[in-house]
């Protein structure tokens, strides 16, 4: 058997960090895909069991090949829970660094093994790690690493969804959002779970952080132009990690609680206010000029868009324009991640000489979500088809 799971990316249109404390996130899936397609490895059916993970355009091992057994991989996922149980308990700069530490050394290999060992674990196959299947896994992506797209959440959703079906177990929606978040927790400590609904539903949806911890999400109605004037520009890499951005903002609100939570409330208003422009038909520019540019003034009043940054923003809306950091930003550095930008003119974006250091992303807002675009016996094709069958409650 063989199966495959697409999954989009997705990119924050308004809500970063004030969706970590109640606050509604606007959130669009983007026209950018990781797969993972899940085949039955050669081996024994009765030696213990084992996985390769193929990389082909990465150099993880030799040839972009990593092995492991499900015995380490289980050893290695329960690690990697523990020190996240450390971090949820006393969550600070110390207990991050030990949850963080495998990231760095593993590199995607840790998030594979942490989506195995959780999708696994959900299905009670945890304890008998000798009765578990030879599997290869491929992965392939468009999804930039460490810009704001999602594509931890993408390959978390991904192998779980595809792990799930391939061992023909039940893939509802709310399953798969919640294994995939333990998977995003083992790699960012307090992730707000949107990422995963965005990229699993698809579309443009807002999302909102329960106080049990659980995410509430429905789909955003879309009647304006505005996704087609907006344009996704690439500042660089931020230098600090989606975890360790978080963290910094929960330590500036411990210090300053009334000023941080006035940000976020003025974030949330704002996220109201361009809900209402979706579902608006045409533009309002001034409107929407107005709101990207006071959601940046809060992004940056969080300490999340460094000095470079900023510069290139004044120099946006120097032009008539308005621009906004898409996801956790940086602390440090010169790069932020992605840029939205609008101007009531778009065309104009591309002329300004200024940018010619951003990557421009030509991508597609408010795509289908997460799919099985294969899953017969090797070999077959099968039509995509939805993970889940409904739309977001």
């Given at each position: ?257 009334a000023r941080v939570e006035a940000v976020f409330d ?128």
């Amino acid at each position: 058997m063989t199966t495959t799971v697409s999954v989009p990316g997705k990119l924050i249109l308004l809500g970063e960090h004030a969706a970590v404390y109640g606050r509604p996130a606007l959130v669009a899936a983007v026209g950018l895909r990781l797969r993972v397609t899940m085949t039955i490895g050669p081996g024994s059916a009765t030696a213990p069991g084992r996985l390769r993970f193929h990389f082909p355009e990465a150099s993880a091992g030799e040839g972009g090949v990593a092995g492991v057994s499900w015995s380490g991989l289980l050893d290695h996922a329960r690690h990697a829970r523990e020190a996240w149980e450390a971090y949820d308990r006393a969550p600070g700069p110390g207990t991050f660094a030990a949850l963080a530490e495998p990231v760095r050394l593993l590199g995607p290999v840790h998030l594979l093994q942490v989506a195995l060992g959780e999708a696994a674990r959900e299905l009670g196959e945890d304890g008998d790690p000798d009765a578990l299947p030879n599997l290869d896994l491929t992965v392939t992506s468009d999804i930039p690493e460490g810009s704001g797209f999602g594509s931890s959440a993408a390959a978390a959703v991904a192998v779980v969804a595809a792990y799930l079906a391939h061992r023909g177990a039940d893939a509802d929606p709310r399953r798969l959002h919640r294994v995939s978040l333990e998977v995003e927790r083992r790699l960012h400590g307090s992730p707000s779970g949107v990422d995963n609904a965005t990229v699993l539903h698809g579309g443009v949806l807002e999302a909102r952080r329960l106080p049990s911890g659980e995410v509430s999400f429905q789909g955003v109605p879309v009647a304006s132009s505005l996704l087609g004037s907006l344009r996704v520009l690439g500042t660089g890499r931020p230098a600090e990690g989606t975890g360790a951005v978080v963290a910094a903002v929960r330590a500036l609100r411990d210090r300053e609680p009334a000023r941080v939570e006035a940000v976020f409330d003025r974030l949330a208003e704002l996220a109201g206010r361009l809900r209402e422009e979706l579902g608006r038909p045409g533009e309002r520019p001034e409107e929407v000029l107005e709101i990207i540019r006071g959601a940046e003034a809060g992004l940056e009043a969080l300490g999340v868009v460094p000095e470079p940054v900023r510069g290139l923003v004044r120099r946006i809306e120097a032009e008539g324009g308005a621009a906004k950091v898409s996801g956790a930003g940086a602390l440090t550095g010169p790069g932020a991640g992605n840029l939205l930008v609008y101007h009531p003119e778009p065309e104009r974006i591309a002329e300004w000489g200024f940018l010619a250091g951003c990557e421009r992303y030509a991508v597609e807002l408010g795509v289908p979500g997460a799919r099985v675009e294969r899953g017969r016996e090797a070999g077959e094709a099968g039509s995509p088809e939805p993970v889940r069958p409904g739309a977001p409650a």
